[in-house]
């Protein structure tokens, strides 16, 4: 990318269809909008579900550090797509899926839109998202809770996630 260009991270999940080669795909479809420079390991952890829900597969999770001169809007409306290509529909709140991808840290931005919240709300809250993302971000300040992704993660400690494959899982995506 010739672009000035904006420190991006993002989640990945995947927990139906063959769950390596959806989060390897979102990778690869990232570019050329988006710069992959740096993956974390592979996580395994139990899908969240609603009370109510029957609990779904399990989830593959990892974080990726991007590069891209997109706007947020415009990272949200690339990410969209990919899901979309990948196999992802519209459906129920947790409800399993090929693939998400969430905009969790887009550089020490904190915005509030109606279709966008950065940092993710979540976040926090999330130890299959910051045990991967503590892995690439340690030394990243949360904008609003000011916090360095390491704390939060050892905050929200590692119950219930498991590391299944280090960085080599996502190698060879160009």
């Avoid at 959806?22 to 570019?31: C, E, I, P, Q, Y």
């Avoid at 926090?124 to 390491?150: K, N, S, Y």
Wanted: charged share 25%.
């Amino acid at each position: 990318m010739t672009a000035v260009s904006e420190r991006v991270f993002l989640g990945l999940g995947s927990n139906i269809g063959d769950r390596r080669a959806n989060m390897r795909a979102a990778l690869r479809w990232l570019a050329p909008e988006c710069d992959v420079v740096a993956v974390s390991s592979l996580y395994r952890s139990e899908a969240v579900v609603l009370e109510g829900q029957l609990p779904g597969p399990e989830y593959l999770n990892a974080a990726c550090e991007v590069r891209t001169a997109l706007s947020p809007d415009e990272l949200l409306d690339h990410v969209k797509r990919i899901e979309h290509d990948i196999g992802r529909r519209p459906g129920e709140r947790w409800a399993p899926r090929p693939i998400d991808i969430d905009v969790l840290l887009y550089g020490s931005r904190a915005i509030g839109t109606e279709r966008l919240t950065i940092p993710h709300p979540l976040l926090g809250e999330r130890a299959f998202v910051l045990a991967p993302l503590a892995e690439i971000a340690r030394d990243v300040v949360h904008p609003a809770a000011r916090r360095t992704i390491e704390e939060m993660a050892r905050a929200a400690g590692h119950a219930g996630v498991e590391r299944v494959a280090g960085p080599d899982w996502a190698s060879g995506l160009g």
